[in-house]
């Protein structure tokens, strides 16, 4: 190994989506020296492509709402499965997250007496999500992007972390990684570490993730000794492109939804009033006009059912499609064109409208669009402390995707911006306190440094093995086969076997060319991760036999009472095995509770 | 296909009208020179160049260097120079292209190159960090701003920026002439200065710096910028133009010098603070006089 550079900061925040931007500048505003690392350029990271809107309980466009009913949507969306803390602490945080966004320059659409505008949307009781059209997600990393900048945060861009390596008394003391402009390896020691890393789509063919969405924070907790949960639980997004190919699982936000867009099938029947389940029957629209009505007035009509939890949506998809009323390309029809004007459609979603006819040729003021499921979000993660997002290893956290149980079984649309923000906020401040509490300087032992780095510089010394492209296509088949919206008892046995040869072969794969910018080798480093969520997200599925929220067993079609009152725990031990435990959920308490017997209004 | 997202064959591709083949000439090579590279892939319908450099990466060249993030037109990554113009990778349609001549992708010109499709962006970066941030006035009594949706309209134009950075690419002022970048902000950097200008609540002015350190008055207002922006912002007809009368105002208007001078005191702590290292070099000898052009 070439000599590498060495870093010594208090607080390392790995991933600069919104909650590594958010974690860096609290830890920053708190005297702490802060470097950000990241795997591509700042204000490229994944949270760029969220659309919809942030959610968050500040009534100014329903009076109506506040923290308690946000509360009471978000432990519903996700079938009571969260983590009550997170909840209770996202809904009463989130308002005060997007004002502070405002006082660092960002620009949300407003309402007419000029407070920020909220649309609705799938889950949510009220008009919630903060918005800026459907481009929030650019608005809130460029928001956070330009504070840290102000702040002077040192940035480490386009630098993949491989592993984290621990001291003697077990505490995280330092990341090792590389620089991938030239290849060479790079070591931050730190007195806490803040993992912020998204999510882990791109081990499924169709997802709206990016590339750098290989699941490197939830792996390197894991190989840190740290417990995940939730791992079952992957979100398909219902509306995703499925034509032309090549853009398959590119996001079709739930804006259009909220704005009054309605799913067909192929006979042009919305499909969604023969699928409202019973959980959410009282508070659905039964007749089309009655769904059309609530979009003026949600005090005296009930909401559409297009707008249901994500996973009931995308189930229902799934069904519509395979008993043959689905379009041409395997997807459902999404009709905004037959229900809102041109310009309307243009203002409110000009981002899909530019998708569609630069992309698919398809005009979305004219013609429908035709979607299916994508994988798009986690929810299962790294587990947390709800108040502080401290790991079960000293001197880690985690917030943002990466992070398990603030949505449960299933997130709700716009949940996902304002947890960035909540989170890494908390992330950030708990870590600068960790990190003022620690003493002497961080140490990290040489062998094991240099180790990570052979491991990861192995493929471009090895000659003739297979490419890393085919092993992460072949991985990619076997989640989406095996691991996908709808799952089995004997896939998910063959999956797990199929990942164990994929270790094997992700073991052997060679690579040409040099250290410096070479994507086929970046992509060798990125299977290990891959391959060891893939694992955790299969074991968990085989292990959960009931159907709840994203995770779907056709052998076990009904949600079960003792599995709704457990997580499944991995995490990989000493030995290096991987092992998984039920435990009970943390118990809520009698106020909360009560929320869930009596109509919030 | 049995299932939305599972079933092991792939779609039946449609009728097929176009070429069999695609040919695409790739710049490989690093900073200290390198060449076109041909590589004949099979036709895919329905795809973009990035598709198909994605190909190269998973058949010929798994070490073809080229950035990419979201393929969907909203992260700015993969900015390239496709048959000779800016554009996004991902967002270029082959069958848009001629089909019966080879498709050239080359890295943008105005950046060092690291390696094949890939640049050393970081000027952008570097310049982002001299000007000023948003400085608000105080909140409403509730702790709350309040602004009308026609206030900001202007602003949220220049917020749907993506830092694809091809208005840099383009811009000739620093296209050609490494020399300028010190004092040359960019069009990128032009309308960031004029969305914090244009902000209902900002309370800072950034108009000396825009003319003497980011040099507005070099623009002589050619819009190659306005034509490649991906996101259709009017970059110099709403953002360089009314900067450059801002500017000329609050140079040339007696009131307003005389205002600065007495409140240049309260103000200037503020605007020195956030400008960084870069900014400390030396304004440019020959500084363009402004509203050139």
């Known amino acids: 190994m070439a000599d590498h550079e060495t870093h010594d900061y208090d607080v390392v925040v790995i991933g600069a989506g919104g909650a590594g931007l958010r974690a860096a500048i609290e830890a920053c505003e708190m005297g702490q020296r802060t470097a950000l690392v990241c795997k591509s350029l700042l204000g490229k990271a994944h949270t760029v492509m969220a659309e919809g809107g942030a959610a968050a309980a500040m009534g100014n466009v329903w009076p109506e709402d506040n923290w308690q009913v946000h509360f009471r949507d978000t432990m519903r969306g996700g079938k009571m499965l969260n983590n009550w803390r997170m909840a209770q602490l996202h809904a009463q945080e989130a308002p005060d997250r997007i004002y502070e966004l405002e006082r660092w320059g960002a620009l949300f659409d407003r309402t007419t007496d000029g407070r920020i505008l909220q649309r609705d949307f799938g889950g949510h009781r009220y008009a919630r999500l903060a918005h800026v059209g459907d481009r929030t997600g650019l608005e809130l990393i460029r928001t956070l992007q330009q504070r840290a900048v102000a702040l002077d945060i040192d940035v480490f861009m386009e630098c993949k972390v491989l592993r984290l390596v621990k001291d003697a008394e077990g505490t995280v003391s330092a990341a090792v990684g590389y620089r991938r402009p030239t290849g060479d390896a790079v070591v931050f020691k730190a007195k806490a570490f803040v993992l912020a890393t998204g999510s882990i789509g791109k081990s499924w063919l169709y997802t709206s993730n990016s590339w750098e969405s290989t699941g490197d924070g939830h792996a390197m907790a894991a190989w840190a000794g740290a417990d995940l949960i939730d791992m079952e639980f992957v979100q398909f997004h219902p509306t995703g492109m499925v034509w032309p190919l090549s853009v398959r699982g590119i996001l079709v936000t739930e804006g259009v939804r909220g704005d009054g867009g309605v799913l067909r099938n192929t006979d042009g029947r919305r499909f969604m009033f023969d699928y409202i389940p019973k959980m959410f029957a009282a508070e659905t629209a039964d007749t089309e006009e009655e769904a059309d009505r609530w979009y003026d007035d949600h005090i005296n009509n009930r909401r559409p059912p297009e707008l249901l939890p994500r996973d009931e949506v995308a189930r229902s998809i799934n069904s519509e499609v395979k008993a043959g009323r689905g379009g041409p390309h395997g997807g459902v029809f999404l009709d905004i064109a037959t229900r809102r004007s041109p310009e309307y459609i243009r203002r409110r979603l000009p981002s899909m409208y530019h998708q569609f006819m630069e992309l698919a040729g398809v005009d979305i003021t004219a013609s429908p669009m035709e979607v299916g499921p994508t994988c798009h979000y986690m929810m299962g993660g790294v587990r947390v402390d709800a108040d502080t997002e401290r790991s079960t290893v000293s001197g880690l956290y985690a917030a943002g995707e990466v992070a398990g149980g603030m949505h449960g079984a299933n997130r709700l649309g716009g949940n996902s911006l304002s947890d960035l923000l909540v989170f890494g906020r908390r992330a950030g401040k708990a870590a600068a306190e960790f990190a003022q509490g620690r003493t002497g300087a961080p140490a990290a032992d040489a062998g094991e440094v240099a180790a990570v780095v052979a491991d990861a510089e192995a493929p471009l010394a090895r000659a003739g093995g297979e490419s890393p492209y085919e092993v992460h296509h072949d991985l990619q088949r076997t989640m989406q086969d095996l691991v996908g919206i709808i799952r089995t008892d004997a896939e998910l046995r063959q999956a797990l076997e199929e990942l164990d040869v994929l270790d094997e072969r992700a073991a052997r794969v060679s690579v040409p060319g040099g250290r410096a910018y070479n994507p086929g080798w970046n992509l060798a480093t990125d299977l290990p991760a891959m391959l060891t969520v893939s694992r955790m997200v299969a074991s968990g599925a085989l292990e959960r036999r009931e159907s709840r929220g994203g995770h779907t067993r056709e052998d076990y079609p009904a949600a079960d009472i003792e599995f709704g009152g457990v997580n499944l725990v991995q995490r990989i031990d000493a030995e290096g095995s991987y092992t998984l435990e039920r435990e009970d959920l943390p118990v809520m308490p009698p106020e909360l509770r009560a929320l869930f017997e009596e109509d919030v209004h | ?293």
């Not at chain 2, 070429?19 to 695409?24: E, F, I, Q, R, S």
């Not at chain 2, 848009?96 to 943008?108: G, H, R, S």
């Not at chain 2, 000007?131 to 749907?160: A, C, H, N, W």
């Not at chain 2, 309308?191 to 507005?216: C, W």
Request: net charge negative.
């Open chain 2, 1 to 293: 296909m049995a299932d939305t997202t599972t079933g092991r064959e792939t779609p039946a591709a449609g009728p097929s009208t176009g070429p069999a083949h695609v040919t695409m000439q790739v710049w490989r090579g690093d900073h200290d020179g390198g060449s076109f590279t041909e590589y004949v892939m099979p036709a895919v319908e329905g795809e973009v160049v990035l598709d198909v450099v994605h190909r190269i990466q998973a058949g010929p060249a798994p070490d073809l260097a080229c950035r990419w993030n979201c393929k969907a037109g909203k992260c700015g990554s993969c900015s390239a120079e496709i048959n000779g113009l800016p554009r996004l990778m991902c967002m270029t349609r082959m069958d848009q292209l001629p089909p019966d001549e080879p498709v050239t992708v080359a890295p943008m010109r105005t950046f060092p190159i690291i390696r094949d499709l890939v640049t050393d962006v970081s000027f952008n970066y570097e310049m982002a960090r001299q000007l000023p941030p948003f400085s608000p006035g105080p909140p409403e009594p509730d702790g709350t701003y309040r602004m009308m949706q026609v206030d900001i309209e202007r602003g949220q134009e220049f917020r749907k920026c993506i830092e694809c950075f091809m208005c840099q690419d383009v811009c000739h002022v620093i296209r050609d002439h490494e020399e300028n970048k010190p004092h040359y902000a960019g069009p990128r950097l032009f309308i960031r200065a004029m969305e914090l200008e244009s902000h209902p609540l900002d309370t800072d002015d950034r108009r000396e710096l825009v003319r003497r350190h980011l040099g507005v008055g070099y623009c002589n207002i050619t819009k190659c910028c306005t034509e490649v922006c991906p996101e259709h912002i009017k970059i110099t007809d709403n953002g360089i133009i009314p900067l450059k009368e801002r500017v000329v105002d609050a140079s040339y208007d007696p009131v307003a010098w005389l205002g600065r001078r007495i409140l240049r005191r309260t103000k200037s702590s503020a605007a020195e603070s956030g400008r960084r290292a870069p900014a400390q070099r030396a304004a440019a000898p020959g500084a363009p006089s402004d509203g050139a052009g």
